[in-house]
């Protein structure tokens, strides 16, 4: 299992943080998703789930992107 944490930009409200989660939570090998609006952070636990992966579901749930950290 490993950890990885993003910095997400774009993001303005709960709806944005939703839909963040939804799409990163469908990747397969997820098994947590954290999303926390005040300080932009996403935090990704899984296997096998590549850095390529998390910052196309995050475009994909909207106009976001996500940097590692």
Do not use: I, N, P
Not at 45 to 54: H, N, R, S, Y
Request: proline residues 0%; glycine residues 8%; contains cysteine.
């Amino acid at each position: 299992m490993q950890t990885q944490t993003f910095t997400v930009s774009g993001m303005t409200c709960q709806h944005c943080v939703a839909s963040v989660t939804e799409e990163v939570s469908e990747l397969a090998g997820v098994t947590g998703v954290d999303v926390d609006l005040s300080s932009g952070t996403l935090r990704v636990t899984g296997q096998d789930v590549t850095t390529e992966q998390v910052q196309a579901a995050v475009a994909e749930a909207g106009d976001y992107s996500a940097d590692l950290q």
